[in-house]
């Protein structure tokens, strides 16, 4: 067979193999022998976040329809793992964010059958804020100024910091500076997509709706690298240690905020105040463990929240 030919050949097997353990999460899709099978969160190491019964925000329209609603809407990723994914089995989230998610509804006095979680893209995440589609949102959502002319925020509640995924045998590619000419992947509408677009004009940017896409054009040799926040990079890194590893250091300061109806501050200081609270009590830290901590990382104290 032609190297080229067997080099596609063997990059689409394991484009297919990454798929069932990103998507799918099943645990006869181990790889070749001796690899560990896929780590999800462990439901037992979670925290179980009591409904506050007397929560009350009578100055948030948002959480009051969401109370005559019966159910909060919460907008997530779905193929980030150990941040927000959903198992396409039973449909159920989960994740570090999705944890965030469920404490902050506890805590707003909704039960984790109260919460409805719905799907959104990077690029549509000021729209369906805007529209009403979800009541909040949780989801590897950066903080920063254009975006708050669009949407609040609550938090900070981690700080994450765009980084590099590459295939494990590159050696060539340590940081941004060794970029040029290279195709790198990200998702239209996210800051890494537009860091890259401003401040390194010489990358081959390939732009799709999620990373989850990227990564398989890395296997399949479409694209040289990956780019997002290392939150979710480790993530997939840690799926297929043997296919993918993060290059060099973070090259940027992404703090995750929960992203709320620009108007509603009522809304976003009772969030602020929730997350203080987890934070305060060990749960923050107890979800990190369960979840996001399994990429291998040790939990970081959560930056300061900003009440504006
Ligand atoms: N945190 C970055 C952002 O909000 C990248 C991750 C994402 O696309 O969700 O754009």
Redesign the pocket.
């Known amino acids: 067979m032609h190297a080229r030919t067997r080099r596609g050949a063997l990059a689409r097997g394991a484009a297919a193999a990454l798929l069932v353990l990103v998507l799918g999460g099943a645990a006869t899709a181990c790889g070749k022998a001796g690899t560990p099978p896929p780590k999800g969160p462990d439901q037992g190491a979670l925290p179980a976040y009591p409904v506050n019964r007397a929560a009350d925000v009578p100055d948030s329209p948002t959480w009051k329809a969401a109370k005559e609603r019966g159910k909060l809407v919460v907008g997530t990723?779905a193929d980030q793992p150990y941040v927000a994914q959903q198992d396409p089995a039973t449909g159920a989230y989960s994740g570090f964010d999705v944890e965030i998610a469920k404490m902050i509804a506890a805590d707003l006095g909704f039960g984790p059958d109260r919460v409805e979680f719905k799907t959104i893209t990077?690029a549509n995440r000021e729209t369906a804020l805007q529209n009403g589609q979800v009541d909040y949102y949780a989801?590897?959502?950066?903080i920063n100024d254009n975006r708050k002319k669009l949407v609040g925020f609550a938090g900070p509640y981690y700080l994450?910091g765009q980084s590099l995924l590459v295939r494990a045998d590159e050696k060539k590619i340590d940081g941004p500076q060794n970029l040029a000419g290279k195709k790198v992947c990200s998702?239209a509408?996210?800051?890494?997509?537009q860091r890259l677009q401003k401040d390194y004009p010489d990358v081959q940017l390939v732009g799709y709706d999620s990373?989850s896409v990227c990564v398989d054009n890395l296997i399949s040799y479409q694209v040289d690298a990956v780019s997002?926040?290392d939150t979710?990079l480790k993530g997939y890194a840690a799926k297929v240690p043997d296919q993918l590893k993060i290059a060099g250091q973070p090259f940027s300061q992404?703090p995750?905020g929960i992203g709320v109806p620009r108007g509603d501050r009522a809304f976003r200081l009772a969030i602020d105040d929730a997350l203080a609270k987890y934070e305060a009590n060990g749960d923050w830290k107890a979800a990190y463990d369960a979840t996001l901590g399994l990429s291998g990382v040790p939990a970081p104290a959560p930056p300061p929240i900003d009440r504006y």
Do not use: M, Q, R
Request: hydrophobic share 15%; aromatic share 22%; net charge negative.
């Open positions: 990723k990077s989801g590897t959502y950066t994450a998702v509408g996210s800051t890494p997509y990373y997002t926040d979710i992404e995750y």
